[in-house]
């Protein structure tokens, strides 16, 4: 009966490369680090969400290859049949004790892990409140579950109370918001964030999945750098940005919601235990961000960089507090064949157009990273002023 579903395939498709959100994968010849092939091309990388620079590197290929040694290179089984191995018991303390909450919970991805919270803890008589900007995994997950929806504006603290207000009679009320918004970098005001969550008896759940690693004084996440270390309920948060780049993730939580977790949380109970040798190598960076801490202070460096250096050259850089630089350009057009110019300039970004991001606010998403060099940001920054200039842009 494929019959049927072709015709519907093909015209969405040419709808979508018609109205530009047809997505072309750029395909790497070479490992994922500051500088990257394509198609034959090198080009310096501004794209990646390898925050602290492990992705690709030699530095993590030995625990790899000494993990999947002594322990094999993948389980065939969930967690709770014959999938949990010491390296999962101790990557799952390691990561508990580096985020200072009481237990974590390993899943394949963060996308899963998200999937695997809000149905198992909030159902009919429930309500969990939600930024408007979260990401589509934490959208899709609140979908599965019973309880009541509400959507509060971007960060907007004064309608997260109009909300709460709403259910302040509901069993159960939740807060959902990302730590890190990827879009724009923006931090979610946590401190004010569980002031309400206390006022209205309601849980925080935060997704850290661009701040763990990343944020706060050790990087422990957007909970160190709000200043809300013990006031979160729920830290959903992955291995595969900043920490190394393979994939994995946790919830970190309560001993209680933990326990919970390894037993009524679907894509826990169900899905294969994490790799092997995702889980050795996540052991071995979390360690390593402790005793390295001039990692996240080189990330930071080049953050101020790049961005003093992109202001004094005429763009328009928002002060946001991360790694994430929106080059605002408002219009789509421009956004998008600016970064084509770059590309052919031999820097890759990425621009991002409606329905990405809301019309009108097109811009160029630049991530740096600790692996830049002082010399790839000048480049990067010459390139995009003298493209910039091309554009009109500066
Ligand atoms: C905020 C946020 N949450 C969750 C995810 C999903 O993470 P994973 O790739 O581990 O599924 C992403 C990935 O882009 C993300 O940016």
Redesign the pocket.
């Known amino acids: 009966m494929y019959d049927a579903l072709k015709p519907i395939l093909e015209a969405e498709l040419a709808a979508a490369k018609e109205n530009g959100t047809y997505k072309v994968e750029r395909v790497l010849e070479s490992k994922q680090g500051r500088e990257i092939v394509v198609a034959g091309k090198k080009l310096l990388n501004f794209c990646a969400n390898n925050y602290l620079g492990f992705s690709g590197t030699e530095l993590l290929e030995g625990p790899s290859d000494e993990t999947i040694r002594k322990w094999g290179f993948g389980l065939a089984s969930v967690r709770f049949i014959c999938g949990t191995q010491t390296l999962h018991k101790d990557l799952e303390a390691a990561t508990a004790a580096f985020l200072r909450t009481e237990d974590a919970v390993t899943y394949s ?4 892990a ?1 999937v695997g919270l809000f149905q198992t803890f909030f159902g009919e008589g429930d309500a969990i409140i939600t930024d408007e900007l979260n ?1 589509a ?1 934490i959208i899709d997950a609140i979908r599965l579950s019973k309880a009541e929806r509400h959507i509060f504006k971007h960060m907007d603290m004064a309608d997260l109370e109009e909300k709460l207000k709403l259910v302040k009679d509901k069993r159960l009320k939740v807060i959902a918001t ?1 730590g890190v918004f ?1 879009m724009d970098g923006d931090v979610a005001p946590l401190a004010e964030i569980c002031e309400l969550a206390d006022k209205y008896h309601a849980l925080v759940m935060i ?1 850290d ?2 701040a763990t690693g990343v944020m706060g004084g050790s990087g422990r996440g957007t909970h160190e750098h709000c200043g809300v270390m013990d006031r979160v309920d729920f830290i959903t948060g ?1 291995y ?1 940005k900043a920490l190394g780049g393979a ?1 994995g ?1 946790f919830n970190a939580t309560r001993k209680e919601a933990a326990d919970y977790l390894r037993n009524r949380s679907r894509t826990y109970l169900f899905s294969n235990a994490l790799d092997t040798g995702i889980a050795g190598v996540s052991i071995f960076v979390l360690d390593y961000v402790q005793k390295h801490p001039e990692v996240r202070e080189r990330l930071w460096d080049n953050t101020k960089y790049f961005r003093e250096l992109m202001a004094q050259n005429g763009f328009k850089v928002t002060d946001a507090q991360h790694p994430i630089t929106p080059i605002m350009l408002g219009d789509e057009k421009k956004a998008v064949d600016m970064a084509k110019a770059l590309f052919d300039e031999g820097i890759y970004v990425i621009g991002f157009a409606y329905p990405v991001v809301p019309k009108g606010k097109a811009r160029i998403r630049v991530q740096i990273s600790a692996a830049h060099t002082k010399e790839d940001i000048q480049r990067a920054v010459e390139k995009f002023t003298s493209v910039g200039k091309k554009f009109g842009v500066v």
């Open positions: 991805s963060c996308f899963m998200n990401h995994s990302d990827s997704d999945a661009h992955t595969g994939g993730a």
